[in-house]
């Protein structure tokens, strides 16, 4: 029989799109098929990339804190839930939370972690939904009136255009009876820690990179030569923000789509921005879309800080 292959339509229209500019570029948010959700989990466990052990680190010992922002039977939504790691240390420690609602845009990884949450914590409500949390979603009508807590780990909110984290923030600001919203951002700090944090040794956030021309050739039939690209990682220092690309090392030529994309040496496709913040970019953008912040909790080496924003 002959093998069935789906189309991803929403993916190939988005990259053949902004393959076309003339500056190519990719949406991050395409690097989460499974096989990227666990490349990502492989590098929150790099020795260089310390953002992830530095968050833990902050939410174990500010537990008491956060939860003074947590009102009693409260849905916690978590946006780019991925493995839901962290959360994992909230629902440890903060008992006010019965329901839980990780959203996150790979389904069958969602899925997994939605399973793994609902046997490890019978008393919490697991509602996985599966949504791009980048444009508004729908929130289940039986938490309408319920008290909430938005949780944005990861820096992942780093991902996204100034405009974008504003109307994020924005539209989480205007979802009924919100308590409080806890987010993880990074922090400024010398490229010698930066870099490697986005090139490591061991080459796995070079594979993530790469991964989302392998899952273009998978899901939309696309035909590009993996072994002509090199992953690369920049300090834009006027923007205050890591760049990963995918540099072409030959002349070259794509299909994508019916789309033929010409790449000359050395041109690169600009794959994802990681925004990093001082406590006054940050509570810039928190204060121009109505939010306060009430605590901004850090590691004792200021590589990263969990704020908690507050209507
Ligand atoms: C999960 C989006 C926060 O920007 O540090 C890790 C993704 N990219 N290594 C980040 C990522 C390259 C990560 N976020």
Known sequence: ????????????????????????TLNSKWFYDTEGSELFEAITELDEYYQSRTER????????????????????????SGASVKTRILLDALKNVTQYLPVDIAADFLRQTAQSLHSD???VDIHPIVADFTVPFPLPSIIEDTPKTAFFP???????????????????RSWRNIQSFFIGIDLIKSTDILLPAYDDAQGVTAQF????????????GADFDLSSFQHKARWNKERSRIEMHLVSTVEQTANIGGYRVNFSRGESIHTENC???????????????????????????????????TP
Not at 11 to 24: F, G, P, Q, T, Y
Not at 57 to 80: F, K, M, V, Y
Not at 209 to 220: D, F, P, Q, V, Y
Request: glycine share 4%.
């Open 1 to 24: 029989m002959n093998e069935l292959v789906t189309i991803n339509t929403e993916l190939l229209i988005s990259a053949a799109h902004d393959l076309s500019a003339s500056v190519k």
């Open 57 to 80: 680190s902050i939410l174990e010992n500010h537990t008491c804190a956060l939860s003074r922002h947590i009102a009693p039977q409260s849905a916690l939504i978590e946006l780019g």
């Open 121 to 123: 914590y019978p008393g």
């Open 154 to 172: 990861g820096s992942t909110i780093g991902n996204l255009s100034n405009t974008a984290a504003a109307s994020l923030l924005q539209r989480v």
């Open 209 to 220: 990179n790469l991964n989302i021309l392998r899952r273009l050739n998978k899901e939309t």
């Open 275 to 309: 925004r990093k913040y001082s406590y006054e970019s940050f509570s810039q953008i928190a204060e121009n879309t109505g939010w306060q912040i009430s605590d901004f909790l850090t590691d004792s080496d200021s590589l990263f800080a969990v704020v908690v924003l």
